[in-house]
C-alpha cells in the first residue's frame, strides 16, 4: 500500500532556531502534499497545499514566511519551520496524494520549541 | 465551504458492545467522506470511505460507516468493540477525491475491559 514517511517523529529545539521536516512518499509519486498542525486535544488544520515544482498554496492566516514549504520531487517535500518560537510547538502532519486519488498520512512530528 | 462537525467529544463503551461515532458533514457537491483513526503521537490510519456506491461501507478492523444522504451523516459503527479500539478517531470530507480534506474536531474513544 501506499506509505508515506516523517522525519524526524520528534524534534527539540532552541527558541529563534530553524527546523525542518521531511516528508516522503515511498512507494508513490506525490503530486500533492498536504502539511496539516494538530494542537493538543484538537482537530487537524490544514496549513497549506504543495503541488511538485510548483509554490506552496497557504490557508488564510498562515504565515508562509514562517513556514517554508518546498516540494522539489515527486517523492519529496519539506516543511521548514523558521525563527521558531515556543507557540509554534505542534504536532505536524503531512499527507500525499497522487493525482485523484485519496491522500496518505505520514506519522506525524511533534515539534517542541524551549 | 465544507464543513463537518462530530457532536461527541468522547465516547465510552464496553468492550464488546456495539460502538457509534457520529459524523454530519456539509459540502456544495457530492461529498467524499472519510474516517480515520489516530493514536497518541501517530499520523492518521485510515478506515474507509464513501465515494459513490453502496451507502454502507466496509473498512479496515471490523469497522463500517452508513452514508445517509437526506441526513448527511456518515456515522461510524462496529458491532463489538475492542479495548485496542481506544484512539482518537476523526470523520473528514472532500469535494473531490484527492483534494484537500475538512476534519471534525475528532472523538475520543474509550472501550473499557
Not at chain 1, 503541488?51 to 519529496?76: C, M, P, R, W
Not at chain 2, 501517530?42 to 444522504?69: H, M, P, W
Not at chain 2, 459503527?77 to 473528514?92: E, G, H, I, Q
Request: proline share 4%; charged share 15%; aromatic share 12%.
Amino acid at each position: 500500500g501506499a506509505v508515506v514517511s516523517q522525519h524526524p517523529s520528534r524534534v527539540i529545539c532552541k527558541s529563534g532556531t530553524s527546523v525542518k521536516i521531511e516528508c516522503r512518499s515511498l512507494d508513490f509519486q506525490a503530486t500533492t502534499m498536504f502539511w496539516y498542525r494538530q494542537f493538543p486535544k484538537q482537530s487537524l488544520m490544514l496549513m497549506a497545499t504543495s503541488n511538485e515544482g510548483s509554490k506552496a498554496t497557504y490557508e488564510q492566516g498562515v504565515e508562509k514566511d514562517k513556514f517554508l514549504i518546498n516540494h522539489a520531487s515527486l517523492t519529496l517535500s519539506t516543511l521548514t519551520v523558521t525563527s521558531a518560537h515556543p507557540e509554534d510547538s505542534s504536532f505536524y502532519i503531512c499527507s500525499a496524494k497522487q493525482g485523484g486519488t485519496e491522500a496518505f498520512f505520514g506519522q506525524g512530528t511533534r515539534l517542541t520549541v524551549v | 465551504a465544507q464543513s463537518v462537525a462530530q457532536p461527541e467529544d468522547q465516547v465510552n463503551v464496553a468492550e464488546g458492545n456495539p460502538l457509534t461515532v457520529k459524523c454530519t458533514y456539509s459540502v456544495s457537491g457530492n461529498p467524499y467522506l472519510f474516517w480515520y483513526v489516530q493514536y497518541p503521537n501517530r499520523g492518521l490510519q485510515f478506515l474507509l470511505k464513501y465515494i459513490t456506491g453502496d451507502n454502507l461501507v466496509k473498512g479496515s478492523y471490523g469497522f463500517e460507516a452508513e452514508f445517509n444522504k437526506s441526513q448527511t451523516s456518515f456515522h461510524l459503527k462496529k458491532p463489538s468493540a475492542l479495548v485496542s479500539d481506544s484512539a482518537l478517531y476523526f470523520c473528514a470530507v472532500s469535494e473531490a477525491a484527492g483534494n484537500k480534506l475538512t476534519f471534525g474536531g475528532g472523538t475520543r474513544v474509550l472501550v473499557k475491559p
